[in-house]
């Protein structure tokens, strides 16, 4: 058993969010982004006592990745997005502008920062990340006040991978 070392609290707001499409990466201005949860579903083995035993199915399923971010004065940040969603699909019969298959996915690196040190403690690489959905932004002529445009998108992918690692939870103790 461990001791507790480490009782500082972890902030919400010291993150980065970098995609990685080929040789070009793009940093989104991140206002939010999950680290997503995950499941391991399970079927029920029956036992003669009328019980059952949860078995795990050897599946591992993700939620997704949301980010909702500031739109820069150009929309450059969300016209990436936007194209590289047109890029996988083909939306006017015509797939001059898609991308071949193994370049669909990317990858993203989620970097959580310490706010004692402004260090980055921990990286969270997201694997054949893809964008599913974004949503559109709304102008508004009738507002008082200028209001900052904000955007949110929604990724998919195939898996994770933590650094760093936790290896003492890893290892097989029996």
């Known amino acids: 058993m461990s001791c507790i070392s480490n009782i500082n609290p972890l902030y919400n707001s010291y993150f980065t969010l970098v995609f990685g499409r080929g040789t070009k990466q793009f940093e989104l201005n991140c206002q939010k982004a ?35 971010f500031i739109v820069d004065s150009e929309l450059n940040n969300w016209k990436s997005l936007y194209s590289w969603m047109r890029n996988v699909a083909n939306i006017q019969n015509d797939n001059t502008n898609n991308l071949p298959y193994q370049q669909w996915h ?25 964008p599913s959905k974004l949503t559109g932004i709304v102008f508004q002529s009738d507002t008082s006040d200028a209001v900052i445009q904000k955007a949110s998108c929604t990724f998919k992918f195939s898996y994770y991978e933590i650094y760093p690692d936790a290896p003492e939870n890893l290892k097989n103790t029996a």
């Not at 050897?58 to 997704?64: D, I, K, L, P």
């Not at 993203?108 to 690489?125: D, E, F, G, M, R």
């Open 34 to 68: 999950n680290l997503p949860g995950c499941t391991v579903p399970d079927v029920n083995q029956p036992t003669t006592f009328g019980t059952t035993i949860p078995v795990p199915t050897m599946q591992f399923n993700y939620e997704t990745l949301n980010v909702e």
């Open 106 to 130: 990317h990858q993203a690196v989620l970097s959580i920062v310490s706010p004692i040190s402004n260090c980055v403690v921990t990286t969270v690489t997201f694997r054949y990340i893809v």
